[in-house]
């Protein structure tokens, strides 16, 4: 190699190191926020409805985006976490309440993906007590391992096995006519449609979300002048974490749909086996079912750290996973087991997949006026003027915000008669 192309190579390392080292709390909470309950709705809209969901999937977003960025700008710029900020601006009882309504919310996501962990070991024959075992010891020590960079990686490694659904969809065979056809049929007067799209919508903010990127940016040790490549890093996965949804929709739609229209799939084994029916048996079935585990354990790892964050703010305990377990350290930590150990004991004992994620939506529905109303009342009190949201920026965020509320009720009142 000539002098000149190592100077080309050095140059461009050094550019590159600066946004490694600041990407990553956006990128891994958007690939968690597509986790095994929203594989099942991608799955269901593909099955029911065809291609007729993914327009409403794109549109979600600027949402995510939105809402995701304003943690950014809160963590960096007070460098303290979602929960510690409403104790201090609130007042200490609407912070217990927030707290605990998050552990609620971060073991029910537990449930969620470890159910669905245990339905791919279902797969091959594994029993569930095994593969939820296994799941838990496996993120624990990953959670106490003390280093909040080394977590961060291992969680984006398990997020992208998700993009496998890319070469599923390829193998699917999707009809080009099809899809540009039923993409701009969107039966917006059809309530079975609209119960799915409010499932979807529902499950685009999920409130321990919030709580990890803030938290996480902070753990980073990330700077006001990080802000516009943190914003550049949640962007990119907000857009990732939609087309790995895009993806899912189209290859239930190329295949369940186009064999039974309207066919409901409700479980992985049951997903597992309408692909399985249709494309290349094997290679479905290894590639569905990595997808699905990689979905589901970044999002257990995301959801145990923010529940645990979000308490020990509540409380003022010591918080942070840069370092190992210590006696300052080991209230924070406690909470991170119990989470693991209460989320694979009650989904060993507990054989409902689908019901699991209908309770699971029904707290994140719940949560979502509360989660939200704090953050934009946080955003708009706690920032300085230069940093907070202004005009059409502001009625945009509080717009989309309020639509997403809207939509986690509307689910909350109807997706029980939807499943």
């Given at each position: 190699?000539?002098?000149?192309?190592?100077?080309?190579?050095?140059?461009?390392?050094?550019?590159?190191?600066?946004?490694?080292?600041?990407?990553?709390?956006?990128?891994?909470?958007?690939?968690?926020?597509?986790?095994?309950?929203?594989?099942?709705?991608?799955?269901?809209?593909?099955?029911?409805?065809?291609?007729?969901?993914?327009?409403?999937?794109?549109?979600?977003?600027?949402?995510?985006?939105?809402?995701?960025?304003?943690?950014?700008?809160?963590?960096?710029?007070?460098?303290?976490?979602?929960?510690?900020?409403?104790?201090?601006?609130?007042?200490?009882?609407?912070?217990?309440?927030?707290?605990?309504?998050?552990?609620?919310?971060?073991?029910?996501?537990?449930?969620?993906?470890?159910?669905?962990?245990?339905?791919?070991?279902?797969?091959?024959?594994?029993?569930?007590?095994?593969?939820?075992?296994?799941?838990?010891?496996?993120l624990v020590g990953v959670?106490?391992?003390?280093?909040?960079?080394?977590?961060?990686?291992?969680?984006?490694?398990?997020?992208?096995?998700?993009?496998?659904?890319?070469?599923?969809?390829?193998?699917?065979?999707?009809?080009?006519?099809?899809?540009?056809?039923?993409?701009?049929?969107?039966?917006?007067?059809?309530?079975?449609?609209?119960?799915?799209?409010?499932?979807?919508?529902?499950?685009?903010?999920?409130?321990?979300?919030?709580?990890?990127?803030?938290?996480?940016?902070?753990?980073?040790?990330?700077?006001?002048?990080?802000?516009?490549?943190?914003?550049?890093?949640?962007?990119?996965?907000?857009?990732?974490?939609?087309?790995?949804?895009?993806?899912?929709?189209?290859?239930?739609a190329a295949t369940a749909?186009?064999?039974?229209?309207?066919?409901?799939?409700?479980?992985?084994?049951?997903?597992?086996?309408?692909?399985?029916?249709?494309?290349?048996?094997?290679?479905?079935?290894?590639?569905?079912?990595?997808?699905?585990?990689?979905?589901?354990?970044?999002?257990?790892?995301?959801?145990?750290?923010?529940?645990?964050?979000?308490?020990?703010?509540?409380?003022?305990?010591?918080?942070?996973?840069?370092?190992?377990?210590?006696?300052?350290?080991?209230k924070f930590y406690a909470?991170?087991?119990?989470?693991?150990?209460?989320?694979?004991?009650?989904?060993?004992?507990?054989?409902?997949?689908?019901?699991?994620?209908?309770?699971?939506?029904?707290?994140?529905?719940?949560?979502?006026?509360?989660?939200?109303?704090?953050?934009?009342?946080?955003?708009?009190?706690?920032?300085?003027?230069?940093?907070?949201?202004?005009?059409?920026?502001?009625?945009?965020?509080?717009?989309?915000?309020?639509?997403?509320?809207?939509?986690?009720?509307?689910?909350?009142?109807?997706?029980?008669?939807?499943?």
């Amino acid at each position: 190699m000539t002098s000149r192309r190592i100077e080309l190579v050095q140059s461009s390392a050094a550019r590159a190191m600066p946004l490694l080292a600041v990407w990553g709390p956006g990128l891994v909470v958007m690939l968690a926020d597509t986790d095994a309950g929203s594989l099942i709705t991608a799955a269901q809209s593909g099955s029911r409805f065809g291609y007729r969901m993914i327009l409403p999937e794109l549109v979600l977003i600027p949402v995510l985006y939105v809402v995701q960025e304003m943690t950014v700008r809160l963590g960096i710029v007070t460098g303290k976490g979602h929960g510690a900020l409403i104790r201090e601006h609130f007042g200490r009882g609407w912070a217990f309440l927030s707290g605990s309504t998050l552990f609620i919310s971060a073991v029910g996501a537990l449930l969620t993906e470890f159910a669905g962990i245990a339905g791919v070991g279902e797969m091959f024959g594994l029993p569930r007590a095994l593969t939820v075992s296994v799941a838990a010891a496996l993120l624990v020590g990953v959670g106490v391992s003390g280093s909040y960079n080394r977590a961060e990686r291992i969680g984006i490694l398990f997020g992208l096995a998700e993009l496998l659904f890319v070469p599923l969809l390829i193998i699917s065979h999707p009809s080009l006519n099809s899809l540009l056809t039923q993409v701009r049929q969107v039966p917006l007067g059809d309530t079975n449609y609209m119960m799915l799209l409010a499932a979807n919508v529902g499950a685009v903010i999920m409130p321990w979300m919030i709580f990890y990127q803030q938290g996480a940016v902070i753990d980073k040790g990330l700077r006001g002048r990080d802000i516009k490549s943190e914003r550049r890093d949640t962007a990119i996965g907000a857009t990732l974490t939609q087309l790995i949804m895009v993806a899912a929709v189209a290859t239930f739609a190329a295949t369940a749909y186009r064999a039974d229209p309207g066919v409901a799939l409700d479980t992985i084994r049951g997903m597992s086996m309408a692909l399985q029916l249709l494309v290349h048996s094997a290679i479905s079935k290894v590639l569905f079912a990595t997808a699905v585990l990689g979905a589901a354990l970044v999002a257990a790892l995301v959801a145990s750290i923010a529940g645990a964050w979000g308490i020990s703010e509540v409380f003022g305990w010591k918080h942070t996973l840069n370092s190992k377990p210590s006696r300052e350290s080991a209230k924070f930590y406690a909470t991170y087991v119990l989470a693991h150990v209460l989320g694979a004991v009650l989904v060993i004992v507990h054989f409902n997949l689908v019901s699991l994620v209908i309770d699971v939506m029904v707290i994140n529905a719940l949560l979502l006026p509360v989660v939200l109303g704090f953050l934009l009342a946080l955003e708009a009190r706690v920032l300085p003027d230069a940093l907070r949201m202004h005009g059409f920026h502001r009625w945009a965020a509080t717009g989309l915000s309020g639509a997403v509320m809207a939509f986690g009720i509307f689910m909350l009142v109807s997706m029980e008669r939807f499943f």
